[in-house]
């Protein structure tokens, strides 16, 4: 199915299309969802194949991905997989799936050594996708799935966030974000030299 897409989108698919990461920054309802999906489908055309994707979204919009990613593309059901469930059934759906597949699932997946484990190997099958749906909830760098979203970051060939408020309540929220992005480029790889470097503490002198 041919999607009408609005020319914000197209020209975010163009600029994007040729680079291995890129930042969605749209307000809600300007369509970031399906501007990524034609993104990723630039990315498996250049290709030639479906590249093992993971897609990280909150969980009331992880059967949405699904659902969108039929509408406009002729992927085959059984290659888009939500991970849902308990850790167990989530590592089961992996690991039954053929590595060459889109991943949806939830930023609590993290927590569970396992499926993170495993979903490290995945991302190896070089080249593959890391998509941030919200990214602004990987903002906390002390989090603990923060820094397992960097290790993944690190992984994956194209690396994709997507938010509408990249910052929420301190300009610091965008380091993070930007780690899983860019791998370190903009801001460096470490969170202490960027706040040095970017931000001065008002009270130091007290």
Same mark, same amino acid.
């Given at each position: 199915?041919?999607?009408?897409?609005?020319?914000?989108?197209?020209?975010?698919?163009?600029?994007?299309?040729?680079?291995?990461?890129?930042?969605?920054?749209?307000?809600?309802?300007?369509?970031?969802?399906?501007?990524?999906?034609?993104?990723?489908?630039?990315?498996?055309?250049?290709?030639?194949?479906?590249?093992?994707?993971?897609?990280?979204?909150?969980? $009331?919009? @992880?059967?949405?991905?699904?659902?969108?990613?039929?509408?406009?593309?002729?992927?085959?059901?059984?290659?888009?997989?939500?991970?849902?469930?308990?850790?167990?059934?989530?590592?089961?759906?992996?690991?039954?799936?053929? $590595?060459?597949?889109?991943?949806?699932?939830?930023?609590?997946?993290?927590?569970?050594?396992?499926?993170?484990?495993?979903?490290? @190997?995945?991302?190896?099958?070089?080249?593959?996708?890391?998509?941030?749906?919200?990214?602004?909830?990987?903002?906390?760098?002390?989090?603990?799935?923060?820094?397992?979203?960097?290790?993944?970051?690190?992984?994956?060939?194209?690396?994709?966030?997507?938010?509408?408020?990249?910052?929420?309540?301190?300009?610091?929220?965008?380091?993070?974000?930007?780690?899983?992005?860019?791998?370190?480029?903009?801001?460096?790889?470490?969170?202490?030299?960027?706040?040095?470097?970017?931000?001065?503490?008002?009270?130091?002198?007290?």
């Amino acid at each position: 199915m041919e999607i009408k897409l609005w020319q914000h989108q197209v020209d975010c698919i163009k600029r994007a299309k040729d680079l291995d990461y890129f930042a969605l920054f749209f307000q809600m309802g300007a369509g970031k969802t399906i501007t990524t999906i034609q993104i990723l489908r630039e990315k498996y055309k250049k290709h030639g194949k479906l590249l093992p994707t993971l897609i990280f979204a909150p969980p $009331v919009v @992880v059967q949405n991905w699904k659902k969108e990613i039929l509408k406009s593309s002729k992927i085959k059901e059984e290659r888009i997989v939500p991970l849902v469930g308990t850790g167990k059934e989530r590592l089961a759906l992996f690991k039954g799936s053929d $590595v060459n597949s889109i991943f949806i699932t939830n930023f609590e997946t993290l927590q569970m050594p396992d499926v993170f484990e495993y979903m490290k @190997v995945v991302l190896k099958n070089t080249p593959s996708c890391l998509v941030v749906d919200e990214s602004q909830k990987i903002k906390d760098i002390s989090a603990k799935r923060t820094k397992r979203m960097i290790e993944l970051g690190d992984i994956a060939t194209y690396r994709y966030i997507l938010t509408g408020t990249p910052i929420l309540n301190d300009l610091m929220d965008i380091y993070s974000q930007f780690r899983v992005l860019d791998k370190g480029k903009a801001f460096g790889h470490n969170f202490f030299s960027f706040r040095a470097r970017y931000f001065e503490d008002k009270n130091k002198a007290m």
